[in-house]
């Protein structure tokens, strides 16, 4: 069983809930993810929220990238260079192209 952190822009939050679910029963993986939008915290609360996404990748086997439409935003390219860095598995909804 591997644990997957979930990663891309708050606005496929739909679709991330839906892959967590999929990966969940389907696959079977423990699946951390945050499905808020940033546009509702100050500064302050984002920074935090940010690390906090950072830690969840530190404990993770993989990564999930979810790339509608093969859109990756800065922070999620962050995310992803920062799993690499750590050779954690990155699994993505589309073929990661960037």
Do not use: R, W
Not at 19 to 45: G, H, M, P, T
Not at 68 to 80: A, F, M, P, Q
């Amino acid at each position: 069983m591997k644990v997957v952190t979930i990663c891309g822009s708050m606005k496929f939050k739909d679709k991330m809930m839906e892959v967590a679910k999929e990966l969940e029963i389907k696959n079977k993986y423990v699946v951390i993810q945050c499905v808020y939008s940033n546009d509702k915290f100050n500064e302050v609360e984002q920074a935090l929220l940010a690390d906090l996404h950072y830690k969840k990748i530190d404990i993770s086997d993989a990564i999930y990238v979810v790339n509608v439409d093969g859109y990756i935003g800065t922070s999620t390219k962050k995310e992803i260079e920062y799993a690499k860095s750590l050779n954690k598995e990155i699994f993505s909804l589309e073929p990661l192209n960037y």
